[in-house]
């Protein structure tokens, strides 16, 4: 069981030849957790709004939100690489 988030878990996302998944939630973050501890690795902020949609690259998060925000992630040291305010209206 993986236990932080403060609202719905709306994505799971497992990170392909690791143990390691990702979570978004409507309490607006993002999670990086270890599967075989069930520990939270890193926690991803910078949308003011819920997350929508997230894809992963090597090394890479990339999140969109209500908030028109898209972020890239490092998912290895849970650092913001670049954030853009991409739309007005939100991302899906």
Request: charged content about 15%; proline content about 4%.
């Amino acid at each position: 069981v993986l236990m932080g988030h403060t609202d719905s878990v709306r994505g799971v996302y497992p990170i392909k030849y690791s143990t390691l998944v990702n979570t978004r939630s409507d309490d607006t973050t993002l999670r990086l957790w270890d599967q075989e501890t069930g520990k939270c690795l890193h926690t991803l902020t910078a949308h003011a709004l819920p997350p929508r949609v997230m894809q992963q690259l090597p090394s890479t998060i990339i999140s969109g939100g209500h908030d028109g925000l898209v972020v890239m992630w490092n998912y290895h040291t849970g650092h913001m690489i670049r954030s853009m305010e991409a739309h007005e209206t939100g991302v899906r």
